[in-house]
């Protein structure tokens, strides 16, 4: 069974950073792309990135393209997503996921998610 734990959110200042983990099993690291969604308060989950199996193809939504960063550590088996200048339009609890089917901008199209992590920013 794959699981997912994320960690890292926080409370932070506009223009501030966050550095957020998603702790993975070494199979799913080997398997699945994974990927960064966000909910926001009374909205539906939406794409913020994705990364492609090997780790050599990044993929972001234009509102956080240039502002926020995904990678991944093979050997930690762990997924990150950094977040620089952030915005308090980024406030959102943050989802880690692995395993998507088909369009992967679409949160229907994954399989496996973590419990989130709130971040919030402040004004």
């Known amino acids: 069974q794959v699981q997912l734990v994320e960690s890292g959110g926080g409370l932070v200042q506009a223009g501030g950073s966050l550095r957020l983990s998603c702790a993975a099993s070494r199979d799913t690291f080997s398997r699945y792309p994974m990927g960064w969604f966000r909910q926001p308060p009374g909205k539906e989950r939406e794409f913020v990135a994705a990364i492609s199996t090997s780790g050599g193809s990044t993929y972001y939504a234009e509102s956080v393209e240039g502002r926020f960063t995904i990678s991944k550590n093979n050997a930690k088996s762990t997924l990150y997503l950094q977040m620089n200048s952030l915005k308090p339009g980024d406030t959102a609890v943050y989802f880690c996921?692995?395993?998507?089917?088909?369009?992967?901008?679409?949160?229907?199209?994954?399989?496996?998610w973590g419990q989130g992590t709130q971040v919030t920013v402040s004004s």
């Open positions: 996921g692995a395993d998507p089917d088909g369009n992967y901008r679409d949160a229907l199209s994954w399989h496996t």
